[in-house]
């Protein structure tokens, strides 16, 4: 099965993840403009009229430059929804989407048909993104599109499977668009997913530590300073396991090395977590390949960057 059109004309086979409270109009915009898909989760826009005008200045900014740019590749966007019982903007979220066409919804945490029924209406795709074996036949039983497999590694909420054992399985019986996440912060990380059957690579953690990422200088500044070690794996902050920065729990007045695991039952997504430090604003995530950050430069610089070194590391092995 070939990619749909709107996944290929890419300056380099990326996506950039959404991310809470860092992903706005213009790490996003910025994004798409370089030559990748952009991408931010709904609930970023708060309150949540203003989803509706981020949409609105993210298309009508896309559409200026690539007139005035013709031979520029523009990427498409996305919206991420969380598909769980504590998000109650989701059914308005997605009238919203569904007004504005979005080209790309990710969905999370659940596969929803309400969603993915929506989403196919105008011909928009979905993307799903699993941890396991288990979630991606049940998304792929109602209808998603594309897979997104967050492997070990990768920043905020993670699975425990190395990308070599879960890709390889689900291009057992998928043979459709498979995107890859965790540790990638390189342009041979990116080859190197490719390799194992990905089609694109999932990058996050790489783009907060950007000009244009909604993030604070003591979060960009902390990445750079930071080294795979430096990453804990915790359940506590959301209920969902997720990979986070070290410093970021120890600043808290938490000890990292031993932190209370929390269930499921406690995710809140209309919440800041489960401990006085609030997720993503106080506790910051990040992935295992942290330790290839040493600078915080415009997104245009990192895509540079990123293609130069996918496409020397493609001459390597050619």
């Known amino acids: 099965m070939s990619l749909p059109d709107i996944l290929k004309n890419l300056e380099i086979p ?26 931010f989760p709904a609930l970023n826009a708060r309150p949540v009229e203003e989803l509706e005008k981020w949409i609105v200045r993210i298309k009508l900014e896309l559409e200026e430059f690539q007139k005035e740019n013709p031979d520029k590749k523009v990427a498409p966007f996305a919206v991420n929804q969380i598909c769980h019982g ?52 049940k998304a792929l039983s109602i209808g998603a599109d594309g897979i997104i497999a967050v492997c070990a590694g990768a920043g905020g909420h993670a699975g ?19 995107l890859c996440s965790g540790s ?75 932190l209370p695991e929390a269930g499921k039952a406690s995710m809140n997504f209309g919440s800041g977590g489960n401990t006085d430090a609030k997720a993503w604003t106080d506790i910051w995530g990040s992935g295992q390949g942290v330790g290839s950050i040493h600078s915080a430069p415009s997104v245009q610089d990192v895509v540079d960057q990123l293609k130069k070194e996918y496409e020397a590391a493609k001459e390597t092995f050619t």
């Open 184 to 258: 990638i912060a390189t342009g041979g990380a990116v080859l190197g997913a490719q390799a194992i059957g990905a089609d694109l690579a999932y990058l996050g953690t790489r783009f907060v530590a950007t000009k244009e990422a909604n993030a604070s200088e003591d979060y960009k500044q902390g990445l750079i300073d930071s080294s795979g070690g430096d990453i804990i794996y915790s359940s506590l902050f959301t209920g969902v396991h997720g990979n986070y920065l070290k410093s970021s729990i120890e600043a808290a007045g938490l000890d990292p090395n031993d």
């Open 86 to 137: 504590s998000n109650n903007r989701l059914e308005h979220d997605m009238a919203v989407c569904v007004k504005h066409k979005v080209p790309i919804v990710i969905t999370s945490l659940q596969a929803s048909p309400m969603v993915y029924d929506a989403v196919h209406s105008y011909g928009g795709i979905i993307l799903h993104d699993v941890i396991n074996i288990r979630h991606t036949k």
């Open 14 to 39: 990326v996506i950039g993840a959404p991310l809470f409270i860092v992903s706005g109009p213009e790490l996003v915009i910025a994004q798409c403009k370089a030559g990748i898909i952009g991408s």
């Open 160 to 178: 425990k499977m190395s990308p070599f054992a879960l890709l390889p399985e689900i291009r057992e019986f998928f043979d459709g668009p498979l």
